[in-house]
């Protein structure tokens, strides 16, 4: 599971470094988000540029992810490809999530997962 995390302006910003969240990694994309993000504060952004494919366990992820960080932090997602900005629209899941139509450059480093 590639994600790198890194931190600008209190929002933590997780780059996906894969290009599909589907059944074969979700539960390892769940463990290393929660790894991630355990004791921030702020919102998190999850950058899915590089996501070409997320299946229905990928979407699931996701949302628990959004799970154990509410109510403390909000999770938002960043440059959704043509692909998967369409699971969330067809799935009506953006209207769950704010979605920025880039995500932000980098700033202070604060981990990295691989």
Do not use: C, W, Y
């Not at 290393?32 to 997320?54: A, H, N, Y």
């Not at 992820?61 to 369409?86: C, E, H, S």
């Not at 979605?99 to 700033?107: F, M, Q, R, T």
């Amino acid at each position: 599971m590639n994600l790198t995390s890194e931190t600008k302006d209190r929002a933590q910003i997780v780059r996906v470094g894969e290009a599909r969240i589907d059944a074969s990694i979700a539960i390892r994309f769940k463990e290393t988000m929660r790894e991630l993000t355990q004791g921030g504060d702020g919102p998190v952004i999850l950058d899915l540029s590089r996501v070409d494919f997320i299946d229905s366990s990928g979407l699931g992820a996701i949302v628990a992810v959004m799970k154990f960080l509410a109510p403390a932090r909000q999770l938002q997602l960043a440059a959704l490809t043509p692909n998967v900005g369409r699971v969330f629209h067809l799935t009506r899941m953006d209207s769950v999530f704010p979605i920025h139509s880039v995500a932000p450059s980098a700033g202070e480093r604060r981990g990295n997962v691989h």
